[in-house]
Every structure is written in structure tokens, then in C-alpha cells.
């Protein structure tokens, strides 16, 4: 089977899906990361550019946003005063104070990762979007906390500690802070090139390890108009659906492979060789009428 780019994300899609139905994190090491994925100089160079300001810059301390009067600055352009630059020195400065860096919505402005995520888009039927977050070691952005999106978080640079806990089977709850989770599902140390999947609704932290930790989030979600919004989980299991009109994978193929034999052995078995003999010689039973179909609506 063809993919954009899952394949290259996560090494086997396959065990990516069965987290997914699972509702399980999982670490994976594919061999490199897509061509797609954006290098650390080039978001140096953006924000050094003169260009970037708010809101595609930002920055949170201890669970709070910081005020953009910290880290932007004012230019006058076309004679106007306009708010908002961002400040290299001045980012640095709360990075190595212990505030993180977030680069939202990444995807509508960097090339690279505009692609990456229309890939992803295309091969999972989900919007997704991406977010950029950078921390020095020892430092954490966010205390504990869920989000409204299945996320797979790509690290770019440096190491992070992510601890991940079950998300609530029943479904009741909110994305925002989670003050008791209960004992961690997984906890490990990715570094540059592995990439974690984190369930939607899985509450979860992460702090940085070891140098200034960069990586990409790549939030994937999708809501409609009648129906709330669902897991990669939902979407796997209900028939009919984005990925339900997939080909079969090449584990499902041998499934099915496996069952169809298993089936004719059966069959065989039950029948003698003059029985066997005497349908080659005659005429061969009539196949069963197939029941019409119910085709779906094309509206």
C-alpha cells in the first residue's frame, strides 16, 4: 500500500493503527525522519528573520502564558506602530530562564511543514495541524494535562521526558489540566528522530532531558457538524468511514488469506473422492444468489 508519509513517521503503520485502536502510546524509531520535518536551523533563522510575531509566536511559564510584551518587541512599518515582533534575545533569555517556546500553527507558514501535514491529512482522512515546542533540560512547559487530539510528537532536538497516562474509558472528560492522574502507562526519554503517539484524552507531561528539547506536535482531529469530535480509535472500528474504505493492509490480507484456506480445508474434508469425482464429471452446483445490496446515499 501507497503512503504519503505515515509510513515514513512511524516505520509500521500497522502497529501505529493497533495503538490507535488500543488506546495505547507507543515510541517509534523510524529509520529518518520525512524530508518534510523541519530542521532546527530553519525555525532559528525564521525567528531571527524580522518577521515572526504574534500569534504564531509564544511562550508559556510555569502552565501560564507569558505576556508578549516579554518576548516581542514594536517596529514602525509604513508609519504605523505595530506590536507583536518577536524578540530573539529576549526569547532566549525566558528559554534559559525556564519558559517554553511555542510556535502554533507551524504548518501555515513553513513550506516543509505545510506539507507534511497535508500528507498526514490524506493518508489518516483527519485535519491535522502542527505545533512547535522548544524547552531547556529540567524545564516543563505544561503540568499535567489533556488534549482534544490524537497526537503523534515528532522530536526534532535534544531529549524529553514524557510521562503518559490512560485516557478515561468512559469518555467523560475534558482537555485542560488533570491535577491526580493515576499510576503512568508509559514513561520514557525519546531524542531526536523517535516519534511518540499520545491517545486523545490520554492525560500526559513531558520536561526537557538534555540540551534545548525541540519537537513538533502534530495534532490530528476532526469535528463535523452533527457528531463530536473522535478518536484515530472511533475512526479505525466504525464501518463505512475514512479509513474503513482503506485496502487492507498487508496484516489484514493475510488474515484474510489465512481464514479463506482454513475454510476450503474444512470443506474438503467433508467431502469423499467419488463425491469429489462426480461434481468434476457434472454439472456444478448452483451458486447461491447473493442478497441485493443496500448501497448508502450519495447524499
Not at 510556535?103 to 482522512?125: F, I, K, R, Y
Not at 495541524?129 to 505544561?142: Q, S, Y
Not at 469425482?277 to 446515499?297: C, E, H, I, K, M
Request: charged share 25%; glycine share 8%; hydrophobic share 40%.
Amino acid at each position: 500500500m501507497s503512503w504519503g508519509v505515515l509510513d515514513r513517521l512511524v516505520g509500521e503503520p500497522e502497529l501505529f493503527f493497533d495503538r490507535c485502536r488500543r488506546g495505547r502510546p507507543h515510541v517509534f524509531t523510524p529509520p529518518s525522519l520525512p524530508q518534510e520535518a523541519p530542521r532546527t536551523r530553519e525555525l532559528t533563522q525564521a525567528l531571527s528573520g524580522g518577521l515572526m510575531r504574534t500569534p504564531y509566536v509564544e511562550m508559556v511559564r510555569e502552565g501560564e502564558v507569558v505576556p508578549a510584551s516579554e518576548f516581542s518587541t514594536a517596529r514602525v512599518v509604513a508609519g504605523r506602530a505595530e506590536e507583536g515582533f518577536a524578540d530573539p534575545e529576549r526569547i532566549m533569555r525566558l528559554l534559559a530562564e525556564g519558559a517554553t517556546l511555542l510556535l502554533p500553527q507551524l504548518d501555515q507558514w513553513n513550506a516543509s511543514v505545510g506539507a507534511l501535514t497535508a500528507l498526514l491529512s490524506q493518508d489518516l482522512g483527519r485535519t491535522t495541524e502542527a505545533f512547535c515546542f522548544a524547552t531547556m533540560a529540567g524545564r516543563r512547559g505544561l503540568d499535567v494535562h489533556r488534549d482534544d487530539a490524537d497526537v503523534l510528537v515528532v522530536q526534532l532536538a535534544g531529549r524529553k521526558e514524557w510521562t503518559v497516562y490512560d485516557a478515561p474509558a468512559d469518555g467523560h472528560w475534558h482537555p485542560g489540566p488533570v491535577p491526580h492522574p493515576d499510576e503512568p502507562t508509559l514513561r520514557t526519554v525519546i531524542g531526536a528522530g523517535d516519534v511518540l503517539y499520545v491517545p486523545r484524552g490520554a492525560p500526559h507531561t513531558a520536561t526537557g532531558n538534555e540540551g534545548l528539547s525541540v519537537h513538533l506536535a502534530l495534532t490530528i482531529r476532526e469535528a463535523t457538524t452533527n457528531r463530536l469530535r473522535q478518536t484515530l480509535a472511533d475512526l479505525l472500528t466504525e464501518p463505512g468511514e475514512g479509513l474503513a474504505l482503506r485496502p487492507l493492509t498487508e496484516l489484514q490480507l493475510m488474515d484474510s488469506v489465512s481464514e479463506l484456506m482454513e475454510t476450503a480445508r474444512k470443506r474438503l474434508d467433508a467431502v469423499t473422492p467419488e463425491e469429489l469425482l462426480a461434481r468434476a464429471r457434472g454439472p456444478l452446483p448452483s451458486a447461491p444468489r447473493a442478497a441485493p445490496v443496500d448501497w448508502p446515499s450519495a447524499n
